[in-house]
């Protein structure tokens, strides 16, 4: 080979060395992508929606009520979980009649599927906790029925930012 081509062959090489590192870079940091496997979140995000998590929305403001975000499970943290934050630290948080209580005020809630069925709370939150509960009361695995009932902040992957519906090919 001459020199000419092994330096284009090289060049092009460089090229996508450093794009698979920015790639890596992007992912592992600053963006994600997750894809919804139950309908807890309905009708928000559906079943094989893909939602874009942003890793850096907590790095200069705190979490608010009302956020979609993803973080491991608290009982088995091999699963990753997508919930609306409902308690923010030291609220109390109770549900009655289908309504969802924040330290004694009903909670608007224009998202939620249909009305909660069954009573649950008081739950204090803890300083470094947050309740979660997904938009399909009734059909939702969430800080209501887990073992560590909060997620701790440090345990935040980052905030859905954007979703997209699950794609196929036509036959």
Known sequence: MNK????????????????????????????????????????????????????????????????????????????????????????TVEGRDGIVYINGEPLEEDYIKETMEWDFGPYEVPEDGYFMMGDNRNSSEDSRYWKNTFLKRNKIMGKAIFKYPKFEMLK
């Open 4 to 91: 000419p081509m092994i330096k284009e062959i090289m060049s092009w090489i460089w090229v996508i060395a450093i794009g698979i590192a920015l790639a890596w870079f992007v992912n592992r940091f600053v963006v994600f992508k997750v894809e919804i496997p139950t309908g807890s979140m309905e009708n928000t995000i559906m079943i094989g929606d893909k939602a874009i998590v942003f890793r850096l929305s907590y790095l200069f403001k705190e979490p608010q009520r009302g956020d979609i975000i993803v973080f491991p499970y608290p009982d088995n943290e091999n699963e990753v979980y997508i919930k609306r934050i409902i308690g923010l630290p030291n609220d």
